[in-house]
């Protein structure tokens, strides 16, 4: 059985996009130290602590230091958090840790 014209391109499509891949934020260590501590005001489910941690992560964004794709999966994971879906938050921002690449 032959594939559908389409199945080649659709693979092609997938590969040059990155099929869903975690999004990267790069070697910065102040980026990286702004990620773990909105880890941890995330563990700890205070609500002020994820606030001081987004503005934090929302200047490294404006300096050119995040990534958009970046941010837009940290804000996402954000309003999880403000939401009080502390548990989803958790689980999504520690696989987005966990799939980052040694630089």
């Not at 499509?13 to 980026?31: F, K, R, W």
Request: include cysteine.
């Amino acid at each position: 059985m032959q594939n559908p014209w389409w199945v080649p391109r659709l693979f092609l499509l997938l590969a040059a996009t990155g099929c869903g891949h975690t999004p990267q934020m790069g070697a910065d260590p102040n980026t990286f130290k702004a990620v773990d501590a909105f880890y941890t005001a995330i563990s700890m489910r205070e609500q002020a602590l994820v606030e001081r941690s987004a503005q934090a992560i929302s200047q490294l964004k404006s300096e050119g230091k995040l990534p958009d794709q970046v941010s837009k999966a940290l804000g996402e994971i954000e309003a999880m958090a403000r939401a009080d879906k502390w548990e989803a938050a958790q689980t999504q921002l520690s696989a987005f840790m966990r799939d980052q690449r040694p630089r």
